[in-house]
Structures are given as C-alpha cells and as structure tokens.
T-cell receptor
Framework: LAKTTQPISMDSYEGQEVNITCSHNNIATNDYITWYQQFPSQGPRFIIQGYKTKVTNEVASLFIPADRKSSTLSLPRVSLSDTAVYYCLVGDLTGNQFYFGTGTSLTVIP | EPEVTQTPSHQVTQMGQEVILRCVPISNHLYFYWYRQILGQKVEFLVSFYNNEISEKSEIFDDQFSVERPDGSNFTLKIRSTKLEDSAMYFC??????????????FGEGSRLTVL
C-alpha cells in the first residue's frame, strides 16, 4: 500500500487559493490519487480523483507531476465553509481498500 | 441525490455486549466498506465487501467483528463483545461498479458507538 504524507495543518485567509500537497513516493503503476474532505462529525466526502497531469472539477483542481510521487489539491478562493480536514488517498481501483492518512486540517480565517 | 444511510446515529452499550450497526448503501453500488474514527484521530479502514464476501480487512477487524449483507439492501457490522476501545464513530461507505469510479466512496453520516 502506498503511504501518503501530508502537512498536519494549514491556515489560509478567505478568498485565497489554497494548495495542499501530498507525498506518495511508492505509488504503484495502477494507483489513482483521490482526495476527500471531512467536516467534524460527518463522513468524508469525495472531492476529486486523478491518475496523472491535471484534473479539474467544479470545486477543486488536482495537479499530478509526471513522476506521480506527489500531488497537489488546489482550492480556489476558499471560504470559511472550506474549513475541514482534507485526506489524500492512493490506491488501485479494484474497489478493495482505501486507507486514509492523517489528513491536513485546513482552517480558513476571516 | 442517493445517499448512504446508517442506523443508529448513536448507541451506548455496556462493555461485553454485542452491537449491530446497520447501513443501507446506495442501491446500485457493488462495493461496501466499514471505517471507524476514534475521536480526534484519522479515519481507519476496517473491511471491504464485494460479491457477498469480504475482499479485504485490516488488522483492526479481528474475530470480534463480522459483516453481513443479509438481504439486497442492508449491510451490517457486528461487534460480538464490545470493549472500551471500540468507542468510535463507525462509517459505512459504498462505491459503484469499480473502474475509474471505484475511488469515489460515498459515506454515511456515521454511527457513534459509546462503550461504557
């Protein structure tokens, strides 16, 4: 299983772009990178998933360099409601197992 | 929007008692999971279930734990003899048909288990 490393916490002001980087040095060829968001006392919620290069959806972008040993979740113009824990997961898509790391606790400051 | 539902939302039990947590996954999903989260800690994988059998389980999922899909809609987690350290939020999740969407897990709101 590819282990992930993320910063424990980050602070940002409202309206700023936030980039959270995840390291996954031993990612396997078949592994995808998936990011989840979790608010207190709620289940994690899927944000975005990618394999390589760049993926963008309505809430975030995911940047993956060519070596795929890291990835960066980009949240444009964060608001107070984006305060949450963000998890990076790495795994293949056999649907068997997805292990969460320690996550990054993002605090958005007014 | 379809969602995963879990019951009960909160259960308090005495140490040594059996507990069953129930989940109704999204109807056309094929993969089912249980995770737990001890207060203030990370989300921990317990077990995944596919095609009516366990496909993967973690070290946490010992003989005290079992899962079952008794009918076409429910997915249950049983803890045979609860311990104090089983106190946690238990999340059920499901995902679709595999392939590129297999990483998109849909989580329920969780069942908080308190063992006294």
């Amino acid at each position: 299983l590819a282990k992930t490393t993320q910063p424990i916490s980050m602070d940002s002001y409202e309206g700023q772009e936030v980039n959270i980087t995840c390291s996954h040095n031993n990612i396997a060829t078949n592994d995808y990178i998936t990011w989840y968001q979790q608010f207190p006392s709620q289940g994690p919620r899927f944000i975005i998933q990618g394999y390589k290069t760049k993926v963008t959806n309505e809430v975030a972008s995911l940047f993956i360099p060519a070596d795929r040993k890291s990835s960066t979740l980009s949240l444009p113009r964060v608001s107070l409601s984006d305060t949450a824990v963000y998890y990076c997961l790495v795994g293949d898509l056999t649907g068997n197992q997805f292990y969460f790391g320690t996550g990054t606790s993002l605090t958005v400051i007014p | 929007e379809p969602e995963v539902t879990q019951t009960p939302s909160h259960q308090v039990t005495q140490m040594g008692q059996e507990v069953i947590l129930r989940c109704v996954p999204i109807s056309n999903h094929l993969y089912f999971y249980w995770y737990r989260q001890i207060l203030g800690q990370k989300v921990e994988f317990l077990v995944s279930f596919y095609n009516n059998e366990i496909s993967e389980k973690s070290e946490i999922f010992d003989d005290q734990f079992s899962v079952e899909r008794p009918d076409g809609s429910n997915f249950t987690l049983k803890i045979r003899s609860t311990k104090l350290e089983d106190s946690a939020m238990y999340f059920c999740a499901s995902s679709g048909t595999g392939g590129e969407r297999a990483g998109e897990l849909f989580f329920g709101e969780g069942s908080r288990l308190t063992v006294l």
